[in-house]
């Protein structure tokens, strides 16, 4: 039985990790909080008292942190867990699913390989319902056969593990990906919202929209118009989900690498301005499909 260290249990990370203990394999957790710790070991994983000793005598360590912040302090510096296992003479897999940037992930990819270890960048896209269900999809950044060492750890959560290329890959196709979903997310809602205004009944319409040429993934499976899909986050309040928040830090992300790698992105930074605007407003917390309220009560907070 492979054993695997998971650190980082929040609203990606505590499913995620519940799909491994479905699977079979021994699981070494730890996170901030508590209670995501109680879920993870009622579910029969070992809670750890620290990174470090979730990370101890395993195969494979997983994180899912928030930002590259977060990966940094985990992973590097003389307290990081690869300072620290290889003090231990321990060399675990060590897959990174956060979304960070790629010239954060490059760097901590390097310490990793000088200091022995095998690393990855994972980064997942399907939301917390694929987290649930087990379907996410992992884009991968990493060297061809670390990539085959990981794949099937990575399918007991998804059922698209996908390999982007090398050390860093994985955090660009994310950001293109993520940014993408912002837009077709907002011109959806966009949309959504103007017909209901000229008094169409919005299932109706997502209904024709999703059975014509303007058909795209938030209609299909992530519609932002409450009562329209019973299991989406706009069917419950906004909660759960994808945070605003979370939006705004990947399409910082994206404008950063836009700067750096001279494309002109001004849908993304349409997008960035509306989602900041909107997280302004107070609904940093809520699901980023809550886009929608920005137009329903007009963007300048008009009716």
Same mark, same amino acid.
């Given at each position: 039985?492979?054993?695997?260290?998971?650190?980082?249990?929040?609203?990606? %990370?505590?499913?995620?990790?519940?799909? !491994?203990?479905?699977?079979?394999?021994?699981?070494?957790?730890?996170?901030?909080?508590?209670?995501?710790?109680?879920?993870?070991?009622?579910?029969?994983?070992?809670?750890?008292?620290?990174?470090?000793?979730?990370?101890?005598?395993?195969?494979?360590?997983?994180?899912?942190?928030?930002?590259?912040?977060?990966?940094?302090?985990?992973?590097?510096?003389?307290?990081?867990?690869?300072?620290?296992? /290889?003090?231990?003479?321990?060399?675990?897999? !060590?897959?990174?699913? #956060?979304?960070?940037?790629?010239?954060?992930?490059?760097?901590?990819?390097?310490?990793?390989?000088?200091?022995?270890?095998?690393?990855?960048?994972?980064?997942?896209?399907?939301?917390?319902?694929?987290?649930?269900?087990?379907? $996410?999809?992992?884009?991968? %950044?990493?060297?061809?056969?670390? *990539?085959? /060492?990981?794949?099937?750890? $990575? =399918?007991?959560?998804?059922?698209?593990?996908?390999?982007?290329?090398?050390?860093?890959?994985?955090?660009?196709?994310?950001?293109?990906?993520?940014?993408?979903?912002?837009?077709?997310?907002? %011109?959806?809602?966009?949309?959504?919202?103007?017909?209901?205004?000229?008094?169409?009944?919005?299932?109706?319409? #997502?209904?024709?929209?999703?059975?014509?040429?303007?058909?795209?993934?938030?209609?299909?499976?992530?519609?932002?118009?409450?009562?329209?899909?019973?299991?989406?986050?706009?069917?419950?309040?906004?909660?759960?989900? *994808?945070?605003?928040? $979370?939006?705004?830090?990947?399409?910082?992300?994206?404008? =950063?690498?836009?700067?750096?790698?001279?494309?002109?992105?001004?849908?993304?930074?349409?997008?960035?301005?509306?989602?900041?605007?909107?997280?302004?407003?107070?609904?940093? /917390?809520?699901?980023?499909?809550?886009?929608?309220?920005?137009?329903? =009560? %007009?963007?300048?907070?008009?009716?």
């Amino acid at each position: 039985m492979q054993r695997i260290g998971f650190i980082g249990l929040g609203h990606m %990370g505590g499913p995620m990790a519940l799909n !491994l203990l479905k699977a079979g394999l021994s699981l070494n957790v730890f996170d901030l909080m508590p209670e995501a710790l109680e879920k993870a070991r009622a579910a029969g994983a070992n809670v750890a008292a620290s990174a470090l000793d979730a990370a101890t005598d395993v195969d494979v360590v997983i994180t899912m942190l928030p930002a590259g912040a977060h990966c940094e302090k985990v992973y590097l510096g003389e307290s990081g867990l690869i300072q620290q296992l /290889k003090a231990k003479g321990q060399s675990p897999l !060590l897959i990174d699913c #956060s979304t960070i940037a790629a010239e954060t992930a490059r760097k901590i990819s390097g310490v990793a390989k000088a200091a022995g270890f095998a690393m990855l960048d994972a980064p997942v896209s399907g939301g917390t319902a694929g987290a649930a269900a087990g379907t $996410l999809t992992f884009i991968v %950044g990493a060297d061809d056969a670390d *990539f085959e /060492k990981a794949k099937p750890i $990575l =399918e007991h959560m998804g059922k698209n593990v996908m390999h982007a290329g090398g050390h860093g890959a994985g955090q660009v196709a994310k950001i293109c990906n993520n940014m993408l979903l912002a837009i077709h997310m907002i %011109g959806t809602a966009e949309a959504i919202q103007m017909g209901v205004n000229l008094g169409l009944d919005p299932k109706v319409l #997502s209904d024709i929209m999703f059975k014509s040429s303007g058909r795209n993934w938030s209609l299909e499976v992530y519609n932002p118009y409450p009562g329209v899909m019973e299991n989406a986050p706009a069917s419950r309040g906004y909660e759960g989900g *994808f945070a605003v928040d $979370l939006m705004n830090k990947d399409l910082g992300l994206a404008t =950063e690498a836009g700067i750096q790698s001279k494309s002109s992105t001004p849908m993304g930074g349409l997008a960035k301005a509306l989602y900041q605007l909107h997280s302004r407003k107070g609904n940093g /917390k809520l699901d980023f499909s809550s886009i929608l309220q920005l137009f329903e =009560e %007009g963007v300048d907070g008009g009716h």
